[in-house]
């Protein structure tokens, strides 16, 4: 399927109006990222995005999630921590007549934690632009994109258009832990012919996707003074004993990987990470505790039951002769992530022939779109794997994600702002502005 | 010096006074235990403990500590944390008429954390009695003792007599962490002839002991996502690498102990320990952060600024080729004790040889008492190495501290009354509790 016409007039003042929006974009933008929206506390965030969304004059939808409606979902991953005030946020876009595909724009706000701040060179919540780089969590991954999809919507109004089909503009949480943001908005019924991650990609396309499992290794024990430490066992010293097991388990399915028809030329997809620890309560007692919490890569295709069941096993069989482990072996705890991997499938090749040709227009080139085979996972997976939507992400250029000193780089948020102009307009087909009813309220497009 | 008489009548009617008191003794001593004096929040035991000694008509003193004035005095050991509202309370007995030795009864009320509630069988601050022991978080170390001095005293008084000495019963904090407690006492002006501790020891002297230093390592280091997590770097190995090289110190000391003229017979008395972690954010986010909170043994007679040196150039060894640590070595932060090792000196003879004589006469044994090497530390070192009082501990017979399930065995706590009642009766010397003018409000006893 080619793209609707977008002639160049109508283009040439798309581009114009980014560009006049653009420095209330940078405003709106540094007032986003100054949200610490961590997981847990997105409540402030989604409120400002839903604002904003109202103020443009779209249907807003802003719900609470609840578990139960999810747990039978396919992908569903379990949480730990209170979830009770966990919301979704998605702003419609009605067209006045349908002219072209529908569209889901979906962007996630909750940040991984900033760290110690001292590491920082600014602050992780007070954006600093220098350089021509914002730099503040959450600012490329990826408040930057959510922000470019908003004003690339305004954009089009200030040129005198909107989409010919519905919008739906998402906002989400838990991108980064279990994705029941993204599947919450799929379990309320929201539909379109694609959906477009503005995820920080420097402009590739996210061609497919490893899946990931999250679990946390609880280990208990005996906890002795230290007086007596022969006669203890130290937690903290055996978790590392576990987590080296998982390397092996690491490096095993790694090998396995070279046989994979998607991922068989990655050198190394698959990343088992001990990322954050816990343990002992005093330098003078032999720790009795320790809990680490994972994560582990798997490939496309593989099956996740198998994949726990494997995990399992290698920390079942690193416990079986191991002097502290043996009596007391450590549990497993499925606490985030059940994520498939997910691989492009041919039904995203009508929005991605939209999205290279918005590309070509944007940077003026005959280049086609890179795309490339991540080693991370996003949201897609919900809307491609089970909901038969196609899905991609490209984005902006960003830096240090998940480290200190994030940053993006805003010639390219201006860029991404272009493009998904010029794809909404090609994608969904664009009604004048003057088409619509002055006196409907709820669906006059207020500029923000 | 032998000591002073005790007649047999008296000794049968502090015995009897004892047994009188001990249903109310191990009702305190489980209100005492049901007070989370953790560290930093040790205010309310204070508060139980003063208002105990104040009842008992003892003049008390009742002080906030001030880390300036004990910054410069031997032993000092730095504190990490909030310590505006630190308290040592002192209450005292003034004699009528001296025929004794003054003597100091110090407790230390401060306890280790109690690690995860669901390790314990019994909840840690909710006492429970089961076969003869009283089961909960500082109950053995050492509230037991410290309650047992206040009863020993209590049995004297209702027996009719009192110490003809002054007596300083002292209950301080910080013990399990820099001994600042004990040091802010003498810093106070506390003397006395010997100091007592009646730190859990199963009616064993503390005959030697260890010193102790704590460092926490800190790693900095380059965080990424995942999804590169071959370009960073895992400040949590990173860590554990660290900890070997530390295991590797340990070992050489304790080669070198075995030359030690009191340790050289003790095997392996110096024990490293890496008691608490934390480190990383995020599962997903390589950590870029670990905090590893160590303590080391030393030996008497070790000197710490050449201790503190090893253990930094083992560190900094560690760290020379290390693909993370090369770049950002650990920081090494000492952050709590700085403590010398002790040996109980000859000045002490006078007072153990009155021990023995109440110990025989508590077991009605002809049987010395036990001595040990100890490889853990007390306060005892404050007084006995910096301000010539002699001091050691001797106590009752506890299990598990530091541990799940600490308990204490309530008969050595009924022993160990009357034992320090003998003692004191012995070494202080007894006055007829008539002597005391009736309407002298402020040195009247009264009974608890």
Known sequence: MTALTLDENTAARIAQAVDDGFDAQIGFLRDFVAIPSLRFQEG???????????????????????????????????????????????????????????????????????????????????????????????????????????????????????????????????????????????????RADAAVLP??????INRAQVGALWFRLRLRGRPV???VAGEGSNAILAAHDVIRALQGLEADWNARATQHPVYGDVAHPLNFNAGKISGGDWASSVPAWCDVDCRMGVLPGQDLAEARAEIEACVAAASRDHPFLSNTPPQVIWNGFQA??????????????????????????????????????????????????????IGPRAENIHG????????????????????????????????????????VHRLG
Chains 1, 2 share one sequence.
């Not at 997910?342 to 039904?347: Q, S």
């Not at 003026?364 to 089970?386: I, N, V």
């Not at 940053?407 to 860029?415: E, F, G, H, M, T």
């Open 44 to 190: 402030p965030a989604q409120d400002f995005v839903a604002d904003a969304l109202r103020a443009r004059g779209y249907s807003v939808d802003d719900w609470t999630i609840r578990l139960a409606d999810l747990e039978s979902l396919p992908g569903f991953g379990p949480i730990m921590g209170d979830f009770s005030r966990a919301r979704s946020v998605v702003g419609t876009h009605h067209p006045v007549e349908v002219k072209g595909r529908s569209l889901i724009l979906q962007g996630h706000l909750d940040v991984v934690p900033e760290g110690p701040t001292e590491m920082w060179t600014h602050p992780p919540f007070d954006p600093v632009i220098e350089d021509g780089w914002m730099y503040g969590r959450g600012a490329g991954d990826m408040k930057a994109g959510t922000v470019a999809a908003i004003f690339a919507l305004d954009a089009l109004a200030r040129a005198g258009v909107e989409p010919a089909a519905r919008v739906h503009v998402q906002s989400v949480i838990e991108e980064e832990s279990t994705g029941l943001g993204a599947l919450s908005t799929l379990q309320r019924g929201y």
């Open 199 to 204: 995820e920080p990609s420097d402009f590739t």
């Open 225 to 227: 003074h230290v007086a």
């Open 340 to 393: 498939e991997g997910y691989v492009l499938g041919a039904d995203a090749d009508p929005a991605l022939g939209v999205m290279q040709s918005a590309y070509a227009r944007t940077f003026e080139t005959d280049a086609p779109l890179q795309e490339r085979k991540m080693t991370a996972l996003t949201d897609t997976r919900f809307y491609g794997l089970y909901y038969g939507i196609p899905a991609f992400c």
């Open 404 to 443: 200190f000193d994030e940053r993006v780089d805003l010639q390219s948020v201006r860029d991404l702002t272009r493009m998904l102009a010029f794809f909404i307009a090609e994608w969904c087909g664009l009604n004048p502005r003057n088409q619509r009813d002055a006196g409907d309220g709820c669906g």
